[in-house]
């Protein structure tokens, strides 16, 4: 069973995925309790579950990466404060203003080339004066999102850490798509998530799963953190049914995501022999950005072959690969994109 239309190739991102049949089969099946009341059995084992797989102490499920993301702004930071981050990050660019409407902080982006911050620039964005909003926390993003789908090197998030520490400051990372990176590089997802006191992870980009994504941290930071979520209307209820599926994401969703960077590669290399320019460096994960003319109208044509993408900017276009794009749907998209 699929609910993807068979002529149609969706990749305008991998939040457009839908729920495998064993995916469906756990959510039919699972065993749920008040959340609120955190009796919910299935979304306690999630919880726990991406804890342990990222080296944490407790988690905390919520319906979007948003809504973890701007929770944990809100836990680690106070009103007036700045938050560092990586120009181009999602906290700020794809959030509505959020960490100002909700938690009253502003952003203080650093050059970031390739979506790679330099530690030392993040030294200097801090903020101590009696003059200057103090800085309350610094944010990364992994894999960076707007850069390209692009991974943050271990050694930059180990400075970045050092810097945190030596300045006292709190280090979140916006790990929506972090099991990609640990899958480019070749590492366990702890590998990445040691260097941070809160990572947010997405199940529902490519992992694969409908809704949801953890926070996880310390007990005292998760304790905080529920406040925040009921604050924000996150509290689910009988979530476990969309816990269950999350389950799956988590122990399934990793060992497809490889195919999915292969798969980009391939994209991106069929894109520059249909005389499109893509900056192969930045092809480091699941996603292509290609600089097209007139990109909407480009998408509208490839649209009405059954090909989606996202015209990002007037020349600029995103393409996505995810576990429902397989080869031989791949193929096709090439063969719309080359004009045949
Ligand atoms: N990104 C979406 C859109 O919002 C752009 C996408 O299609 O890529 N962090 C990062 C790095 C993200 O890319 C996203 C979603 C989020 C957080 C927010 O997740 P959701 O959509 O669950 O709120």
Known sequence: MSDTHPTRIDLRSDTVTTPTPRMRQAMSEALVGDDVYAEDPTVNELQQEAADLLGFEAGLFMPSGTMTNQVAIAVHT?????????????????????????????????????GVPDPEGVRRAIRRSIHQSPTGLISLEDTHNKAGGTVLPLPVL???REVADQERLPLHL???RMINAAAAQGVKPSEIAKHFHSVSLCLSKGLGAPVGSVL??????????HRYRKMMGGGMRQAGI?????????????????????RARALAHALVEAGYSVDLET?????VYATIPDAQAR???????????????????????????????????VQVIGGR
């Open 158 to 160: 180990a400075g970045v």
């Open 299 to 333: 998408c509208d044509a490839w649209a009405a072959e059954g090909l989606l993408a996202n015209a990002l900017d007037h020349d600029r276009v995103r393409f996505v690969l995810h576990h429902q794009i397989s080869d031989e749907l791949l193929s096709r998209a």
């Open 78 to 114: 106070q009103r007036g404060q700045e938050v560092i981050c990586a120009e181009g990050s999602h906290i700020y660019e794809w959030e509505l203003g959020m960490m100002a409407t909700f938690s009253g902080v502003v952003p203080r982006f650093v050059a970031a080339p390739g």
């Open 283 to 287: 092809v480091q994960t699941n996603m």
């Open 216 to 225: 996880v941290g310390s007990c005292d930071f998760i304790g905080r953190a």
């Open 174 to 176: 916006d790990g929506a």
């Open 242 to 262: 969309l816990a269950a599926a999350g389950l799956i994401a988590l122990r399934e969703g990793p060992r497809l995501l490889p195919h999915d960077h292969r």
